[in-house]
């Protein structure tokens, strides 16, 4: 199971609930923690500071044709591309993104992400229940989670058939989409090593 941000978090969530199911974990550019002071210690963002006025600012209905202001579509991804983005490619994620996100239905969503975001729980206590491979992957230009808060994460893995972390130099946060050859190699040789 593979998941790159929160993502990453939830794959191990479900390698813990379901142990029979998933065989093997690869998050991206993820924290096992909550958004705590101590990942903010370890150069990973505030992430209370950074949702909570979108929460707010989204409690409200709005209209059908309501959007995401194209402010909101780049600050996302800045924090997942960096300067890596082409023009090409901020039309298509800004024209995905109003359009996956649109009216008061998206509204919602977007609210319930960020919530869900902001206030979800850190798994640090649980991860030794994770016995299945692990095969972490983390960018160095991350801006969101940093690698040195990737190295305490990985570590709480004890119980793991393996648990590594590998670096991409220059990786961004959304490291399949700006480093998909490394991802993807990566993900071939771990599926290889543990298909069984």
Not at 39 to 66: H, K
Not at 177 to 188: I, K, L, T, Y
Request: aromatic residues 8%; glycine residues 10%.
């Amino acid at each position: 199971m593979l998941g790159t941000s929160q993502g990453g978090w939830i794959c191990a969530r479900m390698a813990m609930l379901a142990p029979q199911t998933i065989k093997g974990i690869i998050p991206l550019g993820t924290s096992m923690d909550y958004e705590s002071p101590q990942s903010q210690q370890l150069g990973c963002w505030n992430g209370y500071d950074f949702l909570t006025p979108s929460i707010e600012e989204l409690a409200r209905p709005v209209a059908d044709d309501w959007q995401l202001a194209t402010e909101f579509c780049d600050g996302v991804l800045q924090a997942g591309l960096g300067d890596t983005v082409s023009p090409q490619q901020r039309d298509f994620w800004r024209a995905t993104m109003k359009k996956n996100y649109a009216g008061d239905a998206g509204r919602r969503r977007l609210r319930m992400c960020a919530i869900n975001l902001r206030d979800r729980d850190g798994l640090y206590g649980r991860l030794d229940g994770v016995r299945c491979p692990v095969l972490w992957m983390h960018g160095t230009e991350d801006t969101v989670y940093s690698v040195a808060n990737a190295e305490a994460g990985i570590a709480k893995f004890t119980a793991s058939a393996q648990a590594k972390l590998e670096v991409v130099q220059g990786g961004q946060h959304f490291l399949s989409a700006s480093d998909p050859g490394a991802v993807n190699a990566a993900c071939v040789a771990f599926l290889q090593a543990w298909n069984t």
